[in-house]
């Protein structure tokens, strides 16, 4: 299957800082990539989607200015966690899907670990 | 809005025993189903994708059925290994779109 990866995979920062996180489809382009939150024995919760070059779709009750999400390329989408606070630490997971996946499959990143001082 | 539903939510087992993950949603206008597996602290692997059109699909030890119109879908994983032991997940796809609707998940353990 096609490969999605992130970095960094662990980021621990102070309260208060910005943290970005990667996304990128290494072997095909990826119209659309996902940015999904999840919390410890939960499922993902989606917060985002977005397309190559425009404006990302935020689910309800998710704040876009405080995750900032950019897919500047076919290749590679950004979440910017914007003024980080204890609460937002969790495990953030990207998806991809496009050109060149069947049947609409997603193949997913191996997830970064937020931790916030 | 599509409800998944897993049972059971956690399931161990004896090595070598055949396994059945169940899964359920709401809403049978689906476009695809894709059963994925997830070991703690990291990211979703793809084990299966079933397409609307399709009854089963096979991968090895695995195998996914599909009642559409009843909203069903089960994993079975045969002979099982300590290995195999994670969380699955099933997330149907609804047509025209790319926003899948996951279940909180079936945590297997399989006791060597």
């Known amino acids: 299957g096609a490969v999605v990866s992130q970095h960094p995979s662990r980021v621990i920062c102070k309260s208060g800082t910005s943290v970005k996180i990667e996304c990128r489809s290494l072997?095909?382009?990826?119209?659309?990539m996902f940015w999904y939150r999840q919390f410890p024995k939960q499922s993902l919760m989606l917060m985002a989607t977005?397309?190559?070059?425009?404006?990302?779709?935020?689910e309800q009750g998710v704040e876009k200015d405080k995750f900032l999400i950019n897919h500047a390329s076919l290749t590679l989408s950004t979440l910017t966690v914007t003024s980080a606070h204890p609460e937002d630490s969790s495990f953030y997971i990207c998806?991809?899907?496009?050109?060149?996946?069947?049947?609409?499959?997603?193949?997913f990143g191996p997830g970064t670990r937020l931790t916030v001082l | 809005k599509q409800e998944v539903t897993q049972i059971p939510a956690a399931l161990s087992v004896p090595e070598g025993e055949n396994l059945v993950l169940n899964c359920s949603f709401t809403d049978s206008a689906i476009y695809n189903l894709q059963w994925f597996r997830q070991d703690p602290g990291k990211g979703l692997t793809s084990l299966l994708l079933?397409?609307?059109?399709?009854r089963e699909q096979t991968s090895g030890r695995l195998n996914a059925s599909l009642d559409k119109s009843s909203g069903r879908s089960t994993l079975y994983i045969a002979a099982s290994q300590p290995g195999d032991s994670a969380t699955y997940l099933c997330a149907p796809l609804p047509p025209n779109d790319y926003k899948l609707s996951f279940g909180a998940g079936t945590t297997v353990t399989v006791r060597a």
């Open positions: 072997d095909f382009q990826a119209t659309t």
């Open positions: 079933i397409q609307s059109s399709q």
């Open positions: 977005s397309n190559e070059g425009s404006k990302a779709t935020y």
């Open positions: 998806s991809a899907a496009g050109r060149q996946t069947i049947y609409n499959e997603q193949f």
